[in-house]
């Protein structure tokens, strides 16, 4: 062992520089020796830990071959989903909406969102890749990976903003020697899924190891799992729940539920060949539809039970013939993206001399995500998007003709979904294609600094980009749409013509309608001005179709409709960061142990832009019957529709922040006893100003102390924060939903839009996180020398989240005398009795406004031992639990109505993972089996009561892995692996939550080699 004496000469000008970085003006204690000792890294702390110092904060930590143990051929975000601190992950293979979301793989801590989990890489915060601040962990080099850790806990004090639900850092190997390569491929059971992997990895020194080189090159791709998958399981009967028909009142039939769940469930509003929902009075044929041919009309046959209206309405039905059409029409059940990602990584360390190493490193990403074959939509069931069929329409049924001759209709309404493929059908909406490509690179330049054989100084400075280009192909211009839609028959040829092209309407004409007109866009909430209510087209081409029945399009009109058929979106986030951290021993303390400080500077610059295309799509439409331009539904031609692309509007924006910020952290051993007992404080403070929050503060107190030799108890309290996002702040969103409108009667509105409206004025959020659990490592028997159990009750407390303002909430408060705010907010349509109109558009704007609290309990099992089954053979057994107890995860409103998730289909209140690995020789087995609880389909319902079974059984998936190592003459070792996903292919629940596995028994098979 080495002694360190601080000499005074040094000693003053550390406290200069301390006091400088932290501006508290900090004293550093009197002189002493110090024994020279060995440092850790840990996280959750910046101190530099030595041998037998604990720290208080809960981490989990798991390798990634535990990772692929668990579900090999999976992305690191899929794994990590496993866990129980994790909820609902979004990832790239399980997608999400390309053009909002971009299919990235964004980790969601707690539950509580993936914009208040920090992710870090290597200790270090990396360059947002989503406009809500999130990191795409998809992109990091997981070939070098050793470890991922998982705080869960309030960490803000120790690494910046976001961290309220705590953080996960991916830990790089940077001391890794040699060559390694992983190949391996895998599939389902039922052949579909595919995946194929390779990395290669290395380390060398050079000069004598004054330099020292890691790099990584990987690939993945996944094969995507088609969209129809509704035969995939043989529960999957299509399960719903629809009113019951016995049931009278809950006071009539106290013991007869609302509600039933029976199968072959599907929509009543609608159907793909077109549903005739017209109201007029005396109109004959309300709810019929038109025959396969379009020719000619039928009567809809309703199935088994009908749930259209009373209390319990579904607004959908069970069985009967109209289901086979549903069937063929919709394409439903379990699904994956195709998947293609790549990472590269290089990072330089030169030892300048003994005190002084300089660090350079590189790292790219890219991660796409895409699916075809899916069905385009231009429609939702509801008034304000049905079809409006005219009586001049050339394809108009006879019969149907007849009867609107009859009542003197000028027009009738007509509600489709879906459509039918086969031969010789044509159809305008198929083959939907998206996308969504990802790529991050990050530059860093950093040192070390030994100031003495006690403190070291490090720096940091970072550049990190990340581009993100998302789009949809194949789908149709809406004006042009329903432009082809109505057509007529031209008077002097008699031939079938669109009526915009029978009227074409002047480029002078058209601009003439705009005058002191705008447009709504995502580029301006109030609307852009514009020369014409539709897009720049030569009407004169314009094709006709015929809508009605299965497939009785014409290519012709499909090619005019999609001839500028993509949508696209693209974001850039850019990040510059630098750090300086100064760490060591400032004394020895009082008998306790050493007391150490972490302390520094760090600064952030974030910039974020985002674009879409093609721009002349970027507004609404409008209708203009004067002019040959008519039909398009209110929910297009209204300030709910954004983009002439449909239901494709995405937000817009730019914007610049920085953040300087000062932190310093401490511990301090208060007591330590001769029997073994002790007791320890860590304290963090961290002080930011943010150029549009101002100042803030967070801060952290733990508390370490060992009850007896194998009992710790350990403690935190800690005050967080979460800066409002680029998306919060900066970005016009989208968003849209249904809301009972109390100035028409309470009627239901289930069409409109209500964008998500930035707001520069918003404040942090402030995270107030406790903690306390208990590690025991007992030691009373050599049998049970290898076991490790914690246990950890957490609660955090959020005050003024940030969330949209509601767009029920909306209309309730402008309904109440005096709410000018709220009336400002809803745009409504002209009206057409004596009610206000509809509405058409509301702006949701984000507040501050929410409460929202989290608890529960993390408890973790870890066992090893040398068992001795086999004589003369090496032998291993480990053994590893995770689980997760949820008491309560709520929001309140200002209004004092609080919700609590728990027990929803995606919050279990029990979930945990456990795995087995034994190994003999070179062999080596392992087992591993992950449970998610029973949850509720509807947490509001009382089950007998509203509805006869109400629950989302739980789910058990075991997977397992066999694998040989072997070493050949020349001293490389290889490994080759066969893993089982889904051993025993348990299916999903009838209801599955997005927590159930979907796809099934998978098989993968790997081969390592190490040089």
């Known amino acids: 062992m080495r002694n360190t004496t601080i000499h005074s000469s040094s000693r003053t000008k550390l406290c200069w520089a301390i006091a400088s970085?932290?501006?508290?003006?900090?004293?550093?204690?009197?002189?002493?020796?110090?024994?020279?000792?060995?440092?850790?890294?840990v996280t959750g702390s910046r101190i530099r830990a030595v041998d037998g110092m604990s720290t208080p904060t809960p981490v989990t930590a798991i390798t990634t071959a535990e990772l692929t143990d668990i579900d090999p051929g999976a992305t690191v975000a899929e794994q990590l989903d496993n866990l129980p601190q994790f909820f609902s992950t979004n990832t790239a293979q399980r997608g999400g909406s390309f053009l909002f979301t971009a299919a990235g793989s964004f980790l969601n801590l707690r539950g509580m969102g993936q914009n208040r989990t920090l992710v870090v890489l290597n200790g270090t915060r990396v360059a947002p890749a989503d406009a809500q601040g999130s990191v795409n962990?998809?992109?990091?080099?997981?070939?070098?990976?050793?470890?991922?850790?998982?705080?869960?806990?309030?960490?803000?004090?120790?690494?910046?903003?976001?961290?309220?639900?705590?953080?996960v850092n991916f830990v790089l190997d940077r001391e890794f020697q040699g060559l390694k390569a992983n190949i391996s491929t895998g599939v389902t059971e039922r052949r579909d899924g595919g995946n194929y992997n390779f990395s290669i990895s290395g380390g060398k020194g050079f000069f004598d190891d004054t330099l020292h080189f890691i790099g990584s090159v990987e690939m993945r791709h996944i094969d995507q799992i088609p969209n129809q998958q509704k035969d995939r399981w043989d529960n999957n009967l299509d399960w719903g729940r629809v009113r019951n028909p016995a049931w009278?009142?809950?006071?009539?039939?106290?013991?007869?539920?609302?509600?039933?769940?029976?199968?072959?469930?599907?929509?009543?509003?609608?159907?793909?060949?077109?549903?005739?929902?017209?109201?007029?009075?005396?109109?004959?044929?309300?709810?019929?539809?038109?025959?396969?041919?379009?020719?000619?009309?039928?009567?809809?046959?309703?199935?088994?039970?009908?749930?259209?209206?009373?209390?319990?309405?579904?607004?959908?039905?069970?069985?009967?013939?109209?289901?086979k059409y549903w069937d063929q029409a919709t394409l439903r059940g379990p699904s994956g993206n195709e998947v293609d990602q790549r990472a590269g990584f290089i990072s330089l360390k030169y030892d300048v001399n003994e005190r002084l190493s300089l660090t350079a490193q590189t790292a790219y990403g890219s991660s796409d995500s895409g699916r075809s074959g899916t069905h385009g939509n231009i429609s939702i069931a509801g008034a304000l998007y049905n079809y409006t069929i005219y009586r001049e329409n050339a394809y108009l049924p006879p019969q149907l003709a007849s009867e609107m001759d009859r009542l003197g209709m000028k027009s009738l309404q007509v509600a489709p979904s879906g459509f039918i493929d086969g031969p010789g059908m044509i159809n305008i909406l198929d083959n939907r294609i998206s996308y969504s490509t990802q790529a991050q690179a990050m530059y860093t330049l950093g040192f070390e600094y030994k100031i003495d054989d006690n403190w070291i100084m490090t720096g940091a400075l970072q550049r990190g980009r990340a581009t993100i280009n998302a789009g949809e192909i194949n789908v149709p211009l809406l004006d042009k749409y329903y432009m082809a839609m109505d057509s007529v028959r031209d008077p002097s040829t008699g031939q079938i013509v669109c009526n915009v092209a029978l009227r074409n309407p002047s480029s002078a004409e058209l601009a003439a309608f705009m005058k002191d007109k705008l447009l709504p866009s995502p580029l301006n909430i109030l609307g852009v001005s514009a020369n014409s209510p539709i897009g720049p087209y030569d009407l004169t081409k314009c094709v006709p179709f015929n809508p009605f029945g299965l497939g009785?399009?014409?290519?012709?009109?499909?090619?005019?409709?999609?001839?500028d058929p993509k949508k696209w979106t693209e974001r850039n986030l850019t990040q510059d960061f630098a750090e300086l951290l100064l760490t060591g021993v400032v004394h020895e303390g009082w008998g306790a142990g050493p007391i150490s400080l972490a302390t520094g500077l760090t600064w952030r610059d974030e910039s974020f832009d985002q674009h879409n295309g093609p721009y002349f799509g970027e507004r609404g439409v409008l209708n203009a019957p004067e002019l040959g331009i008519r039909g398009i539904p209110q929910g297009f031609a209204s300030n709910a529709n954004w983009s002439i692309h449909p239901f494709s509007a995405v937000g817009v924006g730019s914007g610049q922040r920085d953040v300087w910020e000062w932190f310093a952290e401490i511990n301090v051993p208060l007591l330590q006893f001769s029997t073994g007992q002790s007791l320890g404080s860590t304290l963090a403070y961290r002080s930011a100003n943010y150029s549009y929050s101002g100042k803030q503060a967070s801060w952290k107190l733990g508390l370490d102390a060992h009850v007896i030799d194998s009992l710790r108890w350990r403690f935190t309290k800690s005050s967080d924060i979460r800066e409002p996002n680029f998306a919060e702040i900066f970005l016009t969103g989208t968003g849209g939903g249904a809301v009972n409108d109390p100035f028409r009667g309470g009627e239901n509105n289930n069409g409109l839009t209500a964008p998500a409206r930035p707001n520069l004025e918003l404040k942090p959020e402030i995270g107030s996180t406790i903690t306390s659990g208990f590690v025991w490592q007992?030691?009373?028997?050599?049998?049970?020398?290898?076991?490790?159990?914690?246990?950890?009750?957490?609660?955090?407390?959020l005050k003024d989240a940030i969330t949209t303002y509601g767009i029920q909430r909306i209309v309730d408060d402008s309904f109440a005398p005096g709410n000018a705010f709220a009336c400002g907010l809803i745009i409504r349509l002209p009206p057409t009795d004596s009610r206000p109109g509809l509405i058409s558009l509301i702006e949701n704007v984000n507040i501050n406004a929410a409460m929202a609290q989290a608890r529960g309990v993390d408890f973790e099992l870890g066992y090893r031992m040398e068992p001795d089954f086999f004589s003369e053979q090496k032998e291993s057994l480990s053994v590893r639990l995770l689980g997760g107890y949820l008491g309560e995860q709520s929001t309140t409103t200002l209004a004092g109505t609080t919700i609590d998730s728990v027990g929803g289909s995606t919050r279990p209140r029990w979930q945990g993972l456990v795995s087995a690995n034994y190994g003999l020789g070179n062999w080596n087995a392992s087992v591993s089996a992950n449970y998610f609880g029973r949850t509720l389909s509807n947490t509001t319902w009382v089950e007998g009561v509203d509805v006869d079974y109400n629950g989302i059984a739980s789910n058990t998936i075991f997977n397992s892995s066999l694998s040989y190592r072997g070493e050949t003459k020349n001293g490389m070792t290889w490994r080759t692996s066969l893993n089982v996903t889904n051993l025993f292919d348990r299916a999903p629940s009838i209801f599955a939550s997005a927590s159930h596995d979907t796809l099934g028994r998978r098989y993968q098979v790997s081969l390592s080699l190490d040089f």
């Open 21 to 41: 970085t932290l501006a508290t003006g900090l004293p550093l204690l009197a002189q002493a020796q110090q024994p020279a000792v060995e440092e850790i890294q």
């Open 137 to 167: 962990v998809d992109l990091f080099p997981s070939a070098l990976m050793q470890r991922i850790d998982v705080v869960t806990g309030g960490a803000s004090a120790a690494y910046g903003a976001d961290a309220v639900a705590g953080v």
């Open 248 to 323: 009278v009142s809950a006071t009539a039939t106290p013991n007869v539920p609302l509600r039933i769940t029976v199968p072959y469930v599907f929509t009543s509003l609608t159907a793909p060949q077109g549903m005739i929902v017209d109201t007029t009075p005396g109109f004959a044929y309300r709810n019929w539809t038109f025959t396969d041919d379009g020719k000619g009309i039928r009567p809809y046959s309703y199935g088994d039970y009908m749930s259209n209206a009373g209390s319990g309405t579904q607004n959908n039905q069970s069985g009967g013939q109209e289901y």
């Open 552 to 563: 009785n399009a014409n290519q012709a009109a499909k090619d005019w409709i999609m001839s």
């Open 778 to 797: 007992p030691k009373f028997a050599e049998w049970i020398d290898g076991l490790s159990v914690s246990i950890d009750w957490y609660e955090i407390n």
